[in-house]
């Protein structure tokens, strides 16, 4: 995984990039099938792997396939991310170990579901309970943000655009002034 | 009508009347008309409060709570009444004169004149009126905003570099160092009222008292202490009636007002003079009189010369206060009073020269006092009751700020009073002298010109003959000032 | 040593999570920006998958004769994520596909300088 | 049925965002968000007079109860930013017909609606919800919404205004989930009241030290704390005049509440600011922010972009007054969010109004329009003088109750630059004044009429709530102290 | 691409009915294993791209045109709004299913149900939009 992100980082060719990530989601979710995240990883694989990297074919069929020319690592960015992760990795130093089963996620909130989602809510799938009835409310949200997203492509790039061309008005003057 | 009812007449009538006005601007006479009545039921209102006041009467209004345990409330004290009677007096006066120079002169935007100057005299009275120090910071402000429409009236470059300057020292001191006083004495008083004998008295440590008097004494930029004078002789871009109402009738005249009552009702002259005595103080105000009656002596431009002279002047009353002695007090009291007639009866002739002859310097006035006997005559007497020499009201305020520098042995005040005064007459008199007995200069475009429209003359004449009578009957202002002590 | 296996599985993440910051600050391609935040928000879901797992749990669908189950809050959450991800992203591509439109470009410093010169020109006509 | 409200008032515009998508008819969609709007804004009066009159109000979604399922928590400071985030909402709508119709293309405007309302959605939302992670849901809900409305601007640099928004607001809002999933190991819970009571405990992990830091960050990023705030000229300036009018005085806003929320009722039962110098920090980025953004707003020439880099350093005033930690300091703070949304919203209708006329504007497109628009003018100087803190505005009020908290903290030194960078104000204001009112139009100008009335009056109804919220700010006060008071102590409860 | 090989289309026509039903699969299977609206949304949106690649996208705009990918982009948020709605109006908290039945197992099943068809109808909906449109704006710039 590491290597893809690093080739990530490198590559320039953006097609191949694009089906680097395509890979990267594909190894994240094999990884949430090794840690019990099947929903997760079956999402994943549906849309990292495959909404993602189509709506990205797309957007590079209609700009352009290659990046500019390399850059050596920028400075001021790597110092940024340096100091955010060595934040983190400080962080880590306290955190409970993977797999702990002391933590404390796994005493508060947690097995509360495991426990009751059956006779509470009903599917054996602790999952669906807990995203379609404790937490339905987050669901609304997430519907309503790809419900968002879809509207707001239809906004920007919506088919309606394409005839009004010829009108100067509805047109970004500045492309005018690019083409002459 | 009861006081608190007359109260509330006398702050709306000038908003009523910038309402009527500005519907009115298309009909010129009806407009002026509306001013005139407008100025004048505001000074029956005011007068009509007189008699109260002076049998110790404090009428009072509260209007509302701005912030918690915070009012915007009015009391009228000796001082305000002193302050209002004078402002709403001149106003009618100005107003003439206004009428005659403005048209004289083809002003445009006439109706937006009118209309600030009428809101201007709302604050005015509000800030006399006001019962604690932040109704007052706000009508200072108020003020500052509805006089720069009137600095920039010309509406030219200069006019505008000159409202800038006029805008950015007013703002700024009043942002930058009054209101941080005034929020800071609100914290450590608890209050903001205006206290007979203050409101800070042990509350704060000395070193607190002199920071905030110092905030305070700087933070009132109206009152044009050094280094905060320039946007004085930056406004007078304007036409004349506003520098009159700057100098004479509201601005400059709220900026003492003010200093005085902070130093009278928030501080205390007795805790004062037992805590700090505050020595720096008169040692500015004193620099403050003599440098800029030097720069006066060296202007050329007559309206520039009256303004460093009204700059001089202001620091006669902040001085006055700051020798911390009863019969200063009371002579800074005065002071505000009698120099508002004086100087706006020279500023009143310096209009009038120049709409009848269009001459603005010093040096292009010789012989003028033959073409016009009246506008030089008075300037004579406007001039005489800035130097202090009797018989003008000049003289009574002098006297009290003298004997009161006496009764303290601040010599050195004494010693300044004396200075300057003489130097004022080293800058006036050459003024009356040339006018009346040197030979006119021939020159070319010279052009054939008699006395100014007659409302301006009528203006000027009342107002010079007020500064004489006022030193026959100074009663009604000294029985009033004589409650402050 | 307990210590490097408890946590390695953090650093790791962690560095990945890094370098998809890293591409969404420096990469000055519009594409390779939203990659980054591709990259970047992924990992952040492991990090969170990574802490929803219990030493001999399973996944969280109940079954008998099974007793641990892991932590299945976390996948909710993610779930959630990922969608709100995909939407950005589905959104930051339409917004590049207009910006080359408009710009002819999709280099940020290209864009830039295209847009130092509109302000120039705006200026410019105008006085 | 006034149980429900708490619920209304998200679900309602959520529900009409789709209706608005089938009517399409841009005249419908209008009446339908505007009906909207003015409904959301009498839920959160009554759920405001609710909250004075009986204390904090829970809901349960679905029935759960928290921490297991999520659950509304209203308190005074939520439904004050209700009020604030519905009253802008409704006003910016009666006022968006014309100029709506003027700058977006007329196949896109229900589009535009319907993120209108969506964006409502979001910001509502983030306002009423007492879980963290739902919190993040509705700040991409009112995001992503806020990317596209900005992205249909005319200018071309709106689209990349956008973008840069996006990915920095994306950033922010991951540092946000990182910041959250790193108090939830900790914890095991998210939900907030659930979270401040187990918080004391383990405050003292590096975890939970690591998480503020990027709580914070990921919040200042979105509200434009300096040095975060690259995104925000750009976006102000080139997004559609409502939109810019709208997110001015709501967007920002609501991104301070969170970062109340987080510190003050997360971390309520914690000495925050003792941790990692935050207090510090803060402060010293809000006095930046005041200083650096009230400069580089002097010298700009396009008066949205210098009301834009003023609106950061408004951010400052907000974020200094919270980092005093005082109740005078909250109450400053959370009195200037309200102050503040007033006046920005103000203006930029005003500049709105300018916009429809003149087509553009920069500071030579106002050129003596004090005379030939004077009412919009008029409105946009009354905002102004609100931004510098005269008295009988209700810039004046803020500034009172900051420069207040600075002296009772004993920090002098703060409260004159409080006074010395609204002096900074004055000198951008002005450069309005003086263009509109001392000088002339250009020759060649064209005619130019005032605004339609449905434009001006709500401007006009903004500019006088500027005025009258500051001469009795009685009322105001009373609810951000009280605010303050249950955020110091811990809040939610 | 109408003049690729008939063999692609006959075998994508023998495809696209049996990654429906598993879409439908998925949809409604969501209460026992893994799966759920929204994965279900997204292969259900996968068929539909399949079938627009494989036979034209003109063809796929007549099986569903602007109008219906609208319709079915605010159907699924409004039957998932509804449903709390319902909820609401039958006295429970918004979102309480327990409201929609008599029995509380069989209440929130039904509301699961629903709303998980809600996801997947927005879900689904969204995902043929945004390729839609995609897909026009690519063949507009080839007109060009």
């Not at chain 1, 990884?31 to 709506?55: K, P, R």
């Not at chain 2, 007995?437 to 003359?457: C, L």
């Not at chain 4, 349960?60 to 509304?72: K, L, Q």
């Not at chain 4, 559609?240 to 969170?258: D, E, N, Q, R, W």
């Amino acid at each position: 995984m590491a290597v893809t992100a690093f080739s990530l980082v490198r590559i320039h060719n953006l097609f191949a990039a694009v089906m680097m990530l395509g890979i990267y989601s594909l190894l994240a979710a094999v990884l949430y099938v090794v840690m019990d995240a099947v929903d997760v990883a079956f999402t994943e694989a549906a849309v990292g792997a495959g909404i993602s990297t189509v709506l990205m074919l797309g957007t590079l069929a209609l700009t352009t396939r290659m990046d500019k020319e390399a850059k050596p690592l920028v400075p001021v960015p790597l110092a940024i991310v340096t100091a955010t992760g060595a934040l983190l990795i400080y962080a880590t130093l306290d955190m409970p170990h993977y797999g702990d089963p002391g933590a404390p996620i796994h005493h508060h909130v947690g097995p509360y579901y495991i426990e009751k989602s059956a006779s509470e809510v009903g599917p054996p799938n602790i999952v669906t309970s807990v995203l379609a009835s404790y937490r339905g409310y987050d669901t609304l949200g997430e519907v309503t943000v790809v419900f968002t997203a879809a509207v707001g492509v239809m906004a920007l790039i919506g088919r309606s655009r394409r005839r009004k061309k010829p009108d100067p008005k509805s047109e970004n003057h500045g492309r005018k002034e690019q083409q002459a | 009508m009861s006081p608190e009812t007359t109260i509330q007449a006398a702050l709306l009538t000038p908003v009523i009347g910038a309402v009527l006005i500005s519907l009115c601007g298309r009909w010129t006479n009806l407009r002026e008309t509306v001013t005139l009545v407008t100025a004048v039921i505001l000074f029956s209102l005011v007068i009509s409060l007189y008699p109260l006041v002076l049998e110790g009467g404090r009428p009072s209004l509260v209007v509302g709570e701005m912030l918690p345990n915070l009012s915007i409330a009015f009391t009228v004290e000796p001082l305000g009444m002193l302050f209002a009677c004078i402002a709403s007096f001149l106003w009618i006066v100005n107003s003439l004169y206004s009428i005659g120079y403005m048209r004289g002169n083809n002003e445009k935007n006439q109706t937006r004149f009118y209309v600030c100057f009428a809101i201007a005299l709302a604050s005015s009275v509000a800030i006399a009126f006001a019962g604690n120090m932040m109704t007052l910071f706000i009508f200072y402000e108020a003020l500052t905003i509805s006089t720069y429409p009137l600095v920039t009236h010309a509406g030219t470059e200069k006019a505008k570099r000159g409202g800038r300057v006029y805008l950015g020292i007013l703002l700024s001191t009043s942002i930058g160092l009054l209101f941080l006083a005034i929020v800071w004495t609100w914290m450590i008083a608890g209050t903001l009222d205006f206290t007979p004998g203050g409101i800070l008295e042990g509350k704060a440590s000395n070193t607190i008292i002199g920071i905030l008097l110092a905030l305070y004494m700087f933070g009132i930029g109206k009152a044009a202490l050094m280094p905060f004078h320039r946007w004085l002789p930056a406004a007078m871009v304007a036409p004349t009636p506003v520098s009159a109402l700057l100098h004479a009738v509201a601005v400059v005249k709220a900026g003492v007002f003010t200093v005085v009552k902070v130093i009278i009702y928030i501080f205390g002259v007795d805790f004062l003079s037992v805590t700090i005595d505050p020595d720096w103080l008169l040692y500015i105000s004193g620099f403050t009189i003599l440098a800029a009656s030097i720069i006066a002596l060296r202007s050329d431009n007559l309206k520039r010369r009256l303004a460093y002279s009204t700059i001089s002047q202001l620091s006669y009353v902040i001085m006055a206060a700051a020798i911390l002695a009863p019969l200063s007090v009371l002579g800074a009291a005065l002071h505000i009073a009698v120099h508002a007639f004086g100087k706006i009866t020279l500023f009143f002739a310096a209009g009038s020269i120049y709409t009848a002859s269009h001459k603005t310097e010093v040096s292009q006035l010789d012989g003028i006092g033959r073409r016009m006997p009246w506008t030089m005559g008075a300037f004579a007497i406007g001039a005489l009751s800035m130097i202090g020499v009797p018989p003008t009201a000049g003289f009574i305020s002098k006297w009290y700020i003298l004997h009161g520098a006496f009764d303290s042995g601040q010599m050195l005040a004494v010693g300044i009073i004396i200075v300057s005064s003489l130097l004022n007459a080293s800058y006036f008199l050459p003024i009356v002298h040339a006018a009346f007995f040197k030979k006119e200069i021939e020159s070319p475009n010279h052009d054939d010109h008699g006395e100014a429209p007659f409302t301006v003359v009528i203006a000027l004449t009342v107002t010079a003959t007020i500064t004489i009578l006022l030193f026959f009957f100074p009663g009604i202002f000294i029985d009033l000032a004589r409650q402050l002590i | 040593m307990e210590t490097f296996y408890g946590l390695f599985n953090y650093w790791i993440v962690i560095v990945l999570m890094m370098m998809g910051f890293y591409m969404v600050i420096a990469q000055h391609n519009l594409i390779k920006k939203i990659i980054g935040l591709n990259v970047f928000q992924v990992s952040v879901f492991v990090f969170y998958i990574s802490m929803s797992k219990i030493k001999g749990g399973t996944a969280p669908i109940l079954t008998d004769g099974i007793e641990i189950y892991s932590n299945p809050l976390p996948h909710v959450l993610i779930l959630t994520a990922i969608v709100v991800g995909v939407a950005t992203t589905a959104l930051g591509l339409a917004l590049t596909v207009r910006i080359k439109d408009a710009f002819d470009t999709i280099e940020d410093d290209e864009i830039a300088i295209l847009e130092k010169e509109d302000q120039e020109r705006e200026r410019g006509t105008i006085s | 049925m006034s149980t429900q409200l708490p619920a209304l008032q998200v679900v309602l515009p959520l529900l009409m965002a789709p209706i608005a998508l089938i009517i399409r008819n841009p005249r419908f969609v209008w009446m339908l968000t505007l009906i909207v709007t003015w409904t959301t804004l009498a839920i959160s009066l009554s759920l405001l007079m609710q909250v004075l009159d009986s204390g904090t109000i829970t809901y349960r979604i679905g029935g759960w109860a928290a921490p297991w399922g999520i659950e509304y928590v209203l308190d005074k400071v939520g439904a004050f930013v209700l009020v604030i985030v519905s009253a802008i909402g409704s006003l910016v709508m009666t006022y968006a017909r014309r100029s709506v119709e003027q700058e977006i293309p007329a196949e896109r405007i229900y589009l535009f609606y319907t993120m209108f309302l969506l964006c409502l959605t979001g910001l509502l939302g983030i306002t009423i919800t007492g879980d963290v992670f739902n919190l993040f849901v509705f700040l991409e809900i009112s995001s992503l919404s806020s990317y596209v409305m900005i992205s249909l601007g005319r200018d071309r640099r709106a689209l990349t205004a956008a973008y840069r928004y996006l990915i920095m607001g994306t950033i922010g809002a991951t540092f946000y989930i990182i910041g959250v999933g790193l108090m939830y190991m900790m914890t095991g819970t998210l939900n907030m009241a659930d979270l401040a009571t187990l918080m004391p405990a383990i405050a003292d992990t590096r975890v939970i030290q690591a998480a503020l830091a990027f709580l914070t960050v990921g919040i200042c990023l979105k509200l434009a704390l300096f040095p975060l705030h690259l995104w925000l000229p750009n976006a102000y300036t080139y997004a559609p005049s409502m939109v810019t009018a709208f997110l001015a005085a709501t967007a920002t806003k609501v991104a301070v509440y969170i970062l109340i929320r987080i510190i003050f009722t997360v971390f309520g039962g914690v000495n925050v600011f003792e941790i990692l110098g935050l207090q510090n920090i803060l402060m010293t980025l809000a006095i930046f922010a005041m200083f650096a953004a009230s400069t580089i707003a002097i010298y700009q020439d396009n008066a949205k972009r210098m009301f834009a880099y003023s609106s950061i350093a408004q951010v400052g005033y907000i974020i200094l007054g919270l980092s005093f930690a005082s109740e005078t300091g909250m109450a400053a703070g959370i009195i200037h969010l309200f102050n503040h949304a007033i006046m920005k919203c103000t203006i930029f209708l005003g500049l709105g109004c300018v916009a429809l006329r003149m087509g553009g504007v920069s500071i030579r497109d106002m050129y003596g329009l004090g005379t030939r628009m004077p009412w919009t003018m008029a409105a946009i100087v009354v905002g102004g003088l609100s931004l510098i803190g005269i008295p009988m505005t209700v810039g004046f009020v803020s500034k009172w109750y900051l420069v207040r908290a600075a002296l009772e903290a004993d920090m002098w030194p703060v409260a004159v630059l409080i006074v010395l960078s609204s002096l900074l104000a004055i000198i951008y204001v002005w450069r309005i004044v003086e263009a509109a009112y001392l000088k002339p139009a250009p020759e060649n100008a064209e005619p130019v009429s005032e605004v339609p009335l449905s434009m001006l009056l709500p401007l006009w109804v903004m500019a006088l709530a500027s005025i009258y919220f500051g001469l009795d700010a009685t009322n105001t006060l009373t609810i951000a102290l009280d605010a303050a008071d249950i955020l110091l102590n811990g809040g939610l409860q | 691409m109408l003049n690729r090989a008939s063999i692609l289309r006959v075998v994508s026509k023998l495809l696209i009915p049996p990654i429906m039903v598993f879409a439908l699969y998925v949809q409604f299977h969501g209460d026992f294993g893994p799966g759920g609206g929204f994965q279900a949304g997204v292969i259900f949106a996968a068929a539909f791209i399949l079938y627009a690649l494989i036979f034209g996208v003109d063809n796929a705009r007549k099986v569903a045109p602007a109008w219906l990918t609208r319709t079915l982009l605010a159907s699924g948020l409004l039957l998932y709004t509804g449903v709390g709605v319902v909820a609401m109006m039958l006295g429970g908290d918004f979102l309480d299913y327990s409201m929609l039945a008599t029995d509380q197992k069989s209440a929130q099943h039904l509301g699961i149900t629903l709303i998980e068809l809600g996801v997947g109808t927005t879900v689904s909906g969204a995902m043929i939009t945004i390729f839609l449109i995609f897909d026009g704006r690519l063949r507009a710039e080839k007109d060009d």
